[in-house]
Structures are given as structure tokens and as C-alpha cells.
């Protein structure tokens, strides 16, 4: 199963977050990928290493902070649930304090990967000095590390490099199950709506006991597929914050796109799509997660065609960047839509997985090229070499070129559109990256 795992970094401001944050995003891949990325966000980022992909949140930015400390505390309960990894920054300069113990005390107590990593330790005199005090932590190990100066950063990531192998994480499921993410802001209606799929269905439905996770995750069967249920809004139902204090949680967003298979992206009819719609499905799309678009509450529209007209206009052109998503009407309310649900997923997951054999590949490739040639660079001709499939879940393809780093995003974009359309590929998203002859 392609899954993506979310590696949260947690500490108090000023450790180092977001600096270890930049170096890991810094660095450039083998693989060109000539899109402009749609969300510029300096907190969350999708890394390729070493060809293991991996989510990477910095908890410090990405969540405001209430101003009364809760915050990482906070940080760190929701990063314990929804993290694969988990990386606890630490101050070396400024020692352990009680508050980095407090953390490290919740810490402790989750099933989780957690490094401590010990930070502004620029080299090896200092780690002498400074490391030290952090024993005190009660851990098996302690990180070293300077995020500034790259001391100790090729252990840290040789020794994170074995847990980004995502067979390793995941509970068993039966085969062929099809995980699906609600997403969404609170009160858009994602338990609702997983309520009324299960309620009207009359589907099988199992209550899973055992990992937090499981106890909000709902499984189903139905035609060949058997159907996990993620739902995001969970955290409301367990806590002690009612109702309006409910917040929206990237982090917790992040993680059930990581690990589902479809991402449904709810929206509110009676509100229209706003920016944080659009960002939720930026999230994925970034993920290469296949994609629907869910306008739930159509009931409230019922009597007011014009304004249903002019809504699915509005919610077509904000989720352009992602065309290949179909866009549904529903209503978690009287039903609506839902029976078309299970179809469309068991389209999209077929598309998803498919594979498509070389020879046919690098024909599309020719005809292409043949159809549209790529423009001069400097001067010479880009050539393409040969393509292959690299992956499914999303298909992701490799196209080997003596440039690849000329190749530009409209080109790149003309050749997903041609095997998109060449492999009857309409309702997941391409990938097409660019490589040298090796
Ligand atoms: P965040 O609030 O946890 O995201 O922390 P920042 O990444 O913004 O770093 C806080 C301060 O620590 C900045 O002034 C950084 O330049 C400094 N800093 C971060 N990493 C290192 C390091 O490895 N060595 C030293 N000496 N300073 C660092
Ligand atoms: P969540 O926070 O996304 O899980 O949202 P809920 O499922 O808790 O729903 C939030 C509110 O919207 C509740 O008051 C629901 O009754 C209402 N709601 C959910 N779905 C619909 C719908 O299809 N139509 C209407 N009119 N209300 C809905």
C-alpha cells in the first residue's frame, strides 16, 4: 500500500523548527517535477528522500497559538495520534526545562517513533558540553544536531530512512479495501454524512476496537470492495471542548490524507468554498491522493436553482488546479448523492491502480512529441528519450530526456494531458516527472 507517513516536528519556539524544516526542503531531488507547487506553505511540505516520500508538518507554524502555553502540549497530543514520526526539538543551548519534560512525559507514553533531537549543537565540542543535561530525559537515545550547520544531520536521516518504509506501519486491512478520508472544515457534515452512508446502505458495518485511530474509523463492505472510513472530525466527540471551541486541525487533516486512498473533500453549500476549502484540497492534491469534491447540504439550495448554478460555477473554478476531481452533489441530510458514492470510488480506485505495460507507454510518448514537439532550449532540441511507469496510486510516470531540467510546466502539462486522455486516466491525478539518461 502507497502510504505517506507524516513526520511532525515538535518543540517550544525558537528550538529550531522551522530551520530543520528548510534544510529538509531544501534539498533538491533526481526527480524534476516542473509544476509550480499550489500551496506556498512554509510549514508543511511533501519530501522526497532517498526516494521515500514522507509529509513533514511543522507544528510550530502551522496551528495558532492560544497564548496561554497550551499550545505544544496540544501540539504534541495531536502529534502523537496523527504523526508516523516524530521529531521532539530541543533547546542545547538552553538546556532541559520543565516544560520540554512534560512533553517528553507524553511523549513517552505513545507507540510512536519519537527522536529526541538536541539542537545548536554545531559540532563535537559543543555535543560534548551540551548533550549531556538531556540524559536526563530518560530515552534510549538523544540526538545531536545542528539544523543551521548540518552537524548530525546525516545520522538523524540515515536512522529516519528505515521508518519511511510504509509497509512496516500500518495495520492489517483485508485486501481490497479502499481507504476514504472525510475532509473538511468542522460543521461541514463529515459525520453526518459518514453516518448516512452507513445508516442508508444497510452495509455491513463492523465496530473496530483497538488504536485511537481505529475507534474513530468506521469499515464497511459493499460489491468487491471492502471501505475504511476516516473520519477527521473525531477529535470533538472524545474531548472536553464542546462544540464551539471545535478547532480544525491540519495536523490531523495531514494524516488522514497520508494514509487513505481517496480523499473526500467536503464543502458546505450553504457557505460556498472558501480559502480553507481550497487549501484541504491543495493538501492532497500535493499528496497525489485521488480526489472528490463532496457539496454537501445541497438540500439548503433545493428551491434556488440560480443560486445552485452559480455555486457549482464558483466551486468549478476554485478547484480548476485539480480538474481531474469529480465534483457531486449531496446531502447527508436526505440522502442524496450518496448512492452514487460507491461507483464513483470503485472507478477512481481502478484508475488509481492501474498499470500500464512500457511498450505502450513510450508509443503515447512518440505520438505525442510527434503531435506537439517540445520547444528549442539554448538552442537545442529537448528529446525524450523513453518513459516507464514508475508507481501507481496515483500513476506516476518517469520520462528520461537529455534536459530534464529545460522541460517547462506547459509541456509537462501537455504531456499529462496526453496520457491522461491515451490512458483513459480522467479521474485521478498524472504524475509525470523528468530524468537524465543515467
Ligand atoms: P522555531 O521557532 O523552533 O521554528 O526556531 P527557528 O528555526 O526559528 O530558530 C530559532 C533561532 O535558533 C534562530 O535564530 C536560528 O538561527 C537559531 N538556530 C536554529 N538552529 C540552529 C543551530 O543549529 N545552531 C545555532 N547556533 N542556532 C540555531
Ligand atoms: P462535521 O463537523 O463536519 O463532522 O459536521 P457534522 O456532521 O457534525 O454536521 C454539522 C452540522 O451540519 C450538524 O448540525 C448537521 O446536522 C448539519 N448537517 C450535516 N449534513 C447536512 C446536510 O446535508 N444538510 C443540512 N441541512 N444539514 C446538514
Known amino acids: 500500500m502507497n502510504t505517506i507517513p507524516l513526520v511532525a516536528l515538535i518543540g517550544r519556539p525558537n528550538v529550531g523548527k522551522s530551520t530543520l524544516f528548510n534544510r529538509l526542503t531544501r534539498r533538491r531531488d533526481a526527480l524534476v517535477d516542473p509544476s509550480p507547487g499550489v500551496t506556498r506553505d512554509r510549514h508543511y511540505a511533501k519530501i522526497d528522500w532517498e526516494g521515500h516520500a514522507f509529509s513533514l508538518v511543522d507544528t510550530g507554524g502551522i496551528e495558532e497559538d492560544d497564548g496561554l502555553g497550551g499550545h505544544i502540549r496540544e501540539q504534541a497530543l495531536v502529534a ?40 545548536k549543537i554545531d559540532d563535537a565540542d559543543l555535543e ?35 521508518l519511511l518504509n510504509s509497509e512496516a506501519r500500518h495495520e492489517e486491512l483485508p485486501e481490497n479495501t479502499l ?73 490531523k487533516t495531514l494524516g488522514a490524507i497520508g494514509r487513505c486512498d481517496i480523499a473526500l473533500v467536503l464543502l458546505d453549500a450553504g457557505e460556498g468554498i472558501t480559502e480553507q476549502d481550497t487549501k484541504i484540497i491543495s493538501y492532497a492534491q500535493e499528496q497525489g491522493r485521488a480526489l472528490m469534491v463532496l457539496i454537501n447540504k445541497w438540500d439548503l439550495l433545493e428551491r434556488e436553482r440560480k443560486r445552485q448554478l452559480q455555486l457549482l460555477e464558483e466551486v468549478r473554478e476554485a478547484v480548476k488546479f485539480v480538474s481531474f476531481a469529480p465534483i457531486l452533489k449531496v ?52 528529446k525524450f528519450y523513453y518513459t516507464v511507469q514508475l508507481a501507481t496510486a496515483p500513476p506516476r510516470f518517469v520520462v528520461v530526456s537529455n534536459a530534464p531540467r529545460a522541460v ?22 498524472v504524475q509525470i516527472f523528468f530524468r537524465e539518461r543515467s
Open 128 to 162: 560534548n558540553e551540551l548533550l549531556p543535561p538531556f540524559w536526563e530525559l530518560g530515552v534510549d537515545k538523544v540526538w545531536p544536531l545542528s539544523a543551521d550547520h548540518g552537524y548530525g544531520f546525516a545520522e538523524l536521516m540515515s536512522a529516519l530512512l528505515p
Open 331 to 382: 446531502s447527508a441530510k436526505n440522502g442524496r448523492g450518496i448512492k452514487r458514492l460507491f461507483p464513483e470510488m470503485g472507478k477512481i480506485q481502478r484508475q488509481f491502480h492501474s498499470r500500464f505495460p512500457t511498450s505502450a507507454l513510450n508509443r503515447l510518448l512518440a505520438d505525442a512529441v510527434a503531435q506537439h514537439e517540445p520547444p528549442l532550449h539554448r538552442g537545442r532540441r529537448l
Open 80 to 119: 502523537v495520534e496523527e504523526a508516523d514520526i516524530i521529531f521532539f526539538l530541543l533547546d542545547g543551548r538552553e538546556g532541559l526545562t520543565p516544560g520540554d519534560l512534560e512533553i517528553a512525559g507524553l511523549l513517552r507514553r505513545s507507540q510512536k517513533p519519537v527522536f529526541p533531537v538536541v539542537n
Open 179 to 251: 481507504r476514504v478520508a472525510f475532509l473538511g472544515r468542522p460543521n461541514v457534515g463529515k459525520s453526518s454524512l459518514i453516518n448516512a452512508i452507513t445508516g442508508e446502505s444497510r452495509m455491513l458495518v463492523s465496530e473496530v476496537a483497538g488504536t485511537t485511530r481505529d475507534a474513530v474509523d468506521t469499515r464497511l463492505s459493499c460489491g468487491q470492495y471492502a471501505y475504511l472510513l476516516i473520519d477527521t472530525a473525531g477529535i470533538r466527540r472524545r474531548g472536553k471542548t464542546t462544540d464551539k471551541l471545535e478547532k480544525f486541525s491540519v495536523l
Open 408 to 429: 517547462h510546466f506547459s509541456y509537462q502539462r501537455y504531456l499529462v494531458n496526453c496520457f491522461r486522455d491515451g490512458l483513459g486516466l480522467d479521474r485521478v491525478p
